[in-house]
């Protein structure tokens, strides 16, 4: 069974790797879970305004956001209690990946995309 990935900072555009994070997740068989203010939806899947909003459990929340955007969201991600959050290429934050790891989150620094391609997701 496949786990449920929020994706902060998702696009509906084509050329965006959140939207084919998007579309690879759900090839690999999980449900995404868009999070994006400008969004209401992702091809029909309800998109999420805030973190703060999700209201279902999250296995893996996956940012496509950088750090000037991420820098005041610990509290928000800590809340919605992900097993693991993934910091792809241009969305690294050590302080916020040092205050997830300190509330027993696991933190990666990887690509969604090569995560999933080679079976390690």
């Not at 090839?27 to 868009?34: D, F, K, L, M, Q």
């Not at 029909?44 to 940012?63: H, N």
């Amino acid at each position: 069974m496949g786990q449920k990935v929020a994706i902060l900072g998702a696009s509906k555009r084509p050329d965006r790797y959140s939207n084919k994070a998007f579309h690879m997740l759900r090839e690999y068989g999980h449900t995404p879970i868009p999070v994006a203010p400008a969004l209401d939806e992702v091809e029909g899947i309800k998109a999420y305004e805030s973190l703060s909003q999700v209201e279902e459990p999250v296995d893996t929340l996956t940012m496509y956001v950088g750090p000037m955007t991420s820098k005041d969201m610990a509290e928000a991600i800590i809340k919605l209690k992900p097993k693991r959050v993934i910091f792809n290429p241009g969305t690294e934050n050590p302080p916020l990946q040092l205050a997830l790891a300190k509330a027993g989150i696991e933190v990666e620094q990887a690509c969604t995309l090569v995560l999933l391609q080679t079976g390690q997701f």
